[in-house]
Each structure stands twice: as C-alpha cells, then as structure tokens.
C-alpha cells in the first residue's frame, strides 16, 4: 500500500497543462487550505476562468468543442461549457463550474430541442474524474445516446468542484442543485436551440441530484420550466433506509463499495474543520483513503477488491464512526416536489438497496408528490439505468409536453 499521496494542493498555480499540480504529502491530519483544494488539477486551461468573474449566475463563459472520446456518440454538436454558479456550501456566488452540451442531428424542431438535464452518478472527487475530461463510461454513452436518438438535447454539469477550482462536496446535494439548475440557465440563456422546458434525470449520485434540483427550484430558480424528474437507484438515508444500507454490506465481506466511504469522509474534513478522518481509519487504510485526492472512484474501487478489504480491516471499530452530519448535506429541501416524479429501482441493487429505495417512494408519496414507481426483477444498481428506459423515455415525453402521467402512490410496488 503506497506511503505517499499526491494531492493538488495549490489553489494560486494555473492549470496551463494537463500534469497535476501537487504536492508530495505525508497521509494523516489535513489543515483547512488542504481540504478546500483536495483533488484539485490534472485538467486544462479551459476549468481556470481569467479575469474578473461576473456576478450574475447560471452565465455562460467559455465553450469549446469536447473530443470524440469526450463525447457521446450519435451527437451532432458536443460542447465543453464553463458557467457561473453559486457555492452550494457556503452559499456564496459566484464560483465557476464545469459541464457540457450535446444536441442530436437535423434540425431543430420550433422552440428548440427538448431538453434533458443529465446528473451523473459517482466518478470520485479529483477533477481529472469529471466527465467533460475522462467522458462518460459506455452503458452512460449508450444510455445518453437513446435520449439523443428520441430527439432529446442533453445539458449536463460536472458539479461543484469538479473540473473546476476547489474540492467537490461528493454527495451533497445543494452544491449539485445549484450547479444543474445554473448550467440549465445558461444554456437557455444563450443562443443554442433548446426548449425553455426541461426534463431532469440522473442515476445514483446523480438520481439524488436530480430530485434535489427539483425540490430547490422553486426557490433558487423559479424562472425554469422544470416538467419532470427520472431518477434511477437513488440514494435516501432515512434511518431506516441506513439499516437496509448497513445490511447489504457486511462488515466483514469484502467490499470494493468502501470507496463511498472514502469520498464521505472528504466531504466531513471539508464541512466541518474538527472533523479528523486519520482518527477513524486504521493507520494501513489511510493513505488509500486519502487516494480518492488522485485516483477516481472505479480505480480506488479496484484497489479495494485488490487489496481484499473489508469495513473492519479499514475503520477503527473502537471508534466508531458517525456520518450523521454528512446525511444533513445530503438530503433533500423538500420531497413535495412541483413536478412528477419517476423511479426505477433494480431488486438485485446492493449500492443503494430496495429496502432503501422503497422509504423515498413511500417519504415523497406522503408529501404529496406525484410518484411513478418501477422495479425491476434481477437488475442492479447499474443495469437497471438502461433497461428502465422502456418506461422512463415515455414518461419524460409526456411531462414535457404535459399530458397526465399515471402515478401508483396507492399501490407502491413492494
């Protein structure tokens, strides 16, 4: 296991390659400028914003093509944008952020392209991780493309801190709102052909960030036309929803999806300056911890297996390790959302189970939302994305232009 990490330390030096920018550190305590900044370079110029920054959010200010590579196939035009957002922590403005645009071939129907808002699931928090730089992994690109092919534009940010200066607060859900809400106003607000309505959809970390971008809409951008939500294998940690959690994962089975874990603990060392991550993590588990600086999520998931680690071979049962204040940043404004809402759930989902998945149904049910529920026989966490589509596509296209959705509150599928 390696003894020195390379972090991204420097908040002052400017990106002007693609090398990372770091600094040989020694795993243990981090300072406060450290935690701000872990992740921090392997990207290009195009994430550092020069000059005076526009106070005004959800503003377009830089776009340049993505590569092939970058891209997501059958897309007629893919472009890398950088815009103006609000910092989902501390609740200042403006920051910058990271996304992209891909619009399907031919031309555009009157009153542009109907547009989807993509939320990406977990890719980890360094910024060479972000999806406009690595491009998106092949059953997100196929997924992407079938939406591309049903005539569909995509927007989709790379979220706080992702490409972009300072650390990514991984799964916390207002900086992602935020971030999706102001790549949508950009977008619109600029002079590509999309529709002022939108459809939002994500899967995993994503799925969370779509259904919170519904509940702060209302509030933080109430000039959008948001008509509906899709969200597969969401995560929701209710207290009953952390026992299903905890249940599927043995704490002495081998699991690669410690990785979480890892990235959990670096959105704790940045809310909250007491917070000591060293102090919960077995001294031989720390410097693959603090890995998640440097590697994305898939690699340190493969060091994991790798490694064969399990839960008690990596945190300090003595001390055992509360992550209450991380559900705090992690939950949703309101599950009384203004528009309907769908959600597919695979039976056979260990990262973010049924059992979990079912309290959001029945939460947003009782607060009134308008749910359409699905489940699928022997699909995972991962397959469920792509083969939900048969009912998610149909369900976005009536939401977008209005047509009654059928909603199954009253017989919740389990």
Known sequence: MPKILIIALMLSVSLISCAHQSVDLMPGTLSEKTRAVVGDGGVSEF???????PQNVGLLLNQEPLSPHQSVPGAAVSMRLLYTSTD???????IVVSGALFLPPGQAPDGGWPLLLWSHGTVGIADHCAPTWTGYVPFHQTHLAHWLEQGFAIVASDYQGLGTRGIHPYMATQPEAYSNLDIIRAVQGSDFPVSKKVVLAGQSQGAGAAIATAGYWPAYAPELDIRGVVATGVPYFSPEAVRALRHARPR???DPKLGYNFLVLSLLEYVDPT?????????????LAREVASECNRDIRKKISQLGLTYNDVFETSREMSIEAAYAYMGFPTLTLAAPLFIGTGLADVDTP???????????CSAG?????????????????NHSLKDSVPFAKNAFDGNALP????????
């Open 47 to 53: 994430y550092t914003h020069r000059g005076t920054l």
């Open 88 to 94: 989902g922590i501390k609740e200042s403005a403006p």
């Open 252 to 254: 002495d089975a081998v």
């Open 275 to 287: 917070f000591d991550a060293a102090q919960h993590l077995k001294p031989n588990a720390l410097p």
């Open 354 to 364: 049924p059992r979990m998945q079912f309290q959001l149904m029945k939460a947003a």
């Open 369 to 385: 939302t308008h749910v359409s529920a699905h489940t699928y026989r022997s699909l995972d966490h991962l397959s469920v994305l």
């Open 407 to 414: 909603g199954n509150c009253t017989a919740l599928p389990f």
